[in-house]
């Protein structure tokens, strides 16, 4: 293995934690720049030491306020602390578009704590895979924990589930009206619920209805729990932590975090491998045939589908030679 | 062309404009079923007469209303509508997951216009495509116009703004605080913007925004309108159709239209012949390696890229025999 990958980047100093070494590392593989495979390939076999906690849930549940409260309780534990604020960024719901960082308080002066936002705009999955390899830096960072937190709304929530060993939703009692709604996209995602703001109106009807849905879920071995917090006073955050750890224990005896980071593995090879052939796939032949026929087609002389099976066959063709 | 692609769809009552006949052929294209592939087939030759016209915008912009009374407008000129209510389901914004019909008032009763929900939890651009094929059957079943609206929030305006002739992006005088955030990703899909709610406070403010923002725009032959709009007392809603009139024929005469539907051609080949290309790539021998590389990995003995590597050789080899 090359200590470095690239001018720019010591691979060494990434092992070692120092911070414009991982920030920039971290930069090359969100831009997807030359070295970015290089740099993960000589990374990788460092990672799997921390610990990835995912943080999701609907616009104003206090997310942020969560997540850089946990990361204080995780320093007064003595453990270092790696935060991706990952952003779907959505011309609606604004996100990294405002321009503004996340904002996590006194954490971000804390030299263990290490804080990256990061937005995609790319394909689906592209915020889970790059999450991933974020998360992978900052795990051969030697950072213990590693809070994955989504910003904004969109289909993030999934991408962190898919990116994390264990997944917080949080919600607000005013959630309320729409749980029933989330039944099935959140029971697949969460490992158990955080009711924050739980000093307000509704906070135990919305943790009994809360309750209630998981009450209609088959038995399993894991019960996701619904505690309560008022995170902006600090209220309940040791509690979730807890949770935290409970739930890895649980992973790690069961087998289920092996075989969870297994699955994760695979999809990411998969991902990885039909990139490649989409790669090999479009050469200045294939896409001049496929200028052509998209001609034809608006004119009615060859249907898409009859386009593709031509595509098709000269790539077979291709590989054959 | 045989007439009948699956026992329940005769390609005929489809072009006729049946009902029920056309609704099973979106549900069929809606769930992947088999035949969907031979009835788009069937039914291609006899598209690109309708103009699909896509509405956008953040929650509670009035979008469905504007679609509603945009239909019923259209009607009165004495052309048939289809509606395609387009849904990014995510756990946390509920859409579909309501189990709610898109409510469009008295259109539904209308034997001229055809309404029909769309919901779509899978990958990226498979709701843009899913959209363009159901617009594809609308389109063969001779409605004039497609109106394509978003419901939800999401990445689902690029997939509306890939699927439609003209894009309307709705906003109202409460939109104005994150209007420059949006700059990016709005300037990209509106053709044109329609401030609704308009009798609120703060709507010319909203307006010379937007205005604002546009100016900033590099100077092009289009330049997007920005509209006045009280949807719910059907106040602007001519406008807005002479303004998809007025941008469909500056289309026409500059040659875009053409452009822009030959690169969504090209757009759905190519994802045609990907999606071709994938089913290939997986078999039992590739994804028996895939399983035993991603067990290897996640104890250190192989990384990700050597193990894609790998399978990437192995389909190459296939593909040579």
Redesign the interface.
């Known amino acids: 293995m090359r200590a470095c990958v690239s001018p720019d980047i010591d691979l060494n100093r990434v092992l070692a934690g120092d911070r414009v070494a991982v920030s920039r590392a971290i930069s090359i593989v969100e831009n997807d720049a030359s070295g970015a495979?290089l740099l993960?390939?000589g990374l990788?076999?460092k990672t799997?030491r921390a610990y990835r906690v995912g943080i999701t849930?609907?616009?104003g549940a206090g997310k942020s306020t969560i997540t850089s409260r946990l990361a204080r309780y995780y320093r007064t534990q003595g453990k270092t602390v790696g935060i991706l604020a990952v952003d779907?960024?959505?011309?609606?719901?604004?996100g990294a578009?405002?321009?503004d960082r996340v904002r996590m308080g006194d954490v971000e002066l804390d030299a263990g704590v290490f804080i990256r936002s990061m937005a995609s705009?790319g394909?689906?999955?592209g915020l889970s895979r790059k999450a991933t390899e974020a998360a992978d830096i900052l795990d051969a960072a030697g950072k213990d924990i590693i809070l994955l937190a989504t910003v904004g709304?969109?289909?993030s929530?999934?991408d962190i589930a898919r990116a994390a060993d264990t997944t917080v939703v949080v919600l607000v009692p005013e959630s309320g009206d729409?749980i029933q709604?989330?039944?099935?996209?959140?029971m697949?995602?969460a490992d158990f619920f955080v009711l924050n703001k739980a000093d307000r109106a509704g906070a135990d009807q919305a943790v009994t209805g809360i309750q209630m849905i998981l009450g209609f879920r088959a038995a399993g071995a894991w019960n996701p729990a619904v505690l309560k917090a008022v995170a902006s006073a600090g209220e309940g955050i040791v509690e979730v932590a807890r949770e935290v750890e409970a739930h890895r224990q649980y992973l790690e005896k069961s087998g289920t975090l092996?075989q969870r980071?297994?699955?994760r593995?695979?999809d990411?090879?998969?991902g990885?491998?039909?990139d490649?052939?989409?790669e090999q796939?479009?050469n200045a032949e294939s896409r001049g045939l496929?200028?052509a026929?998209?001609?034809e087609?608006?004119v009615?002389r060859v249907?898409?589908?009859?386009?593709?099976?031509e595509?098709?066959n000269l790539?077979?063709r291709d590989?054959?030679s």
């Open positions: 495979r993960l390939e990788f076999p799997g849930g609907p616009p779907p960024t959505s011309p609606f719901t604004g578009l405002l321009g705009r394909s689906l999955g709304v969109g289909q929530e999934l729409s709604a989330m039944k099935a996209g959140l697949e995602i092996h980071r297994r699955l593995l695979e990411r090879i998969a990885l491998v039909e490649a052939v989409r796939l479009w496929l200028q026929r998209a001609e087609a608006l009615g249907t898409p589908y009859a386009a593709a099976g595509l098709v790539f077979r590989h054959r």
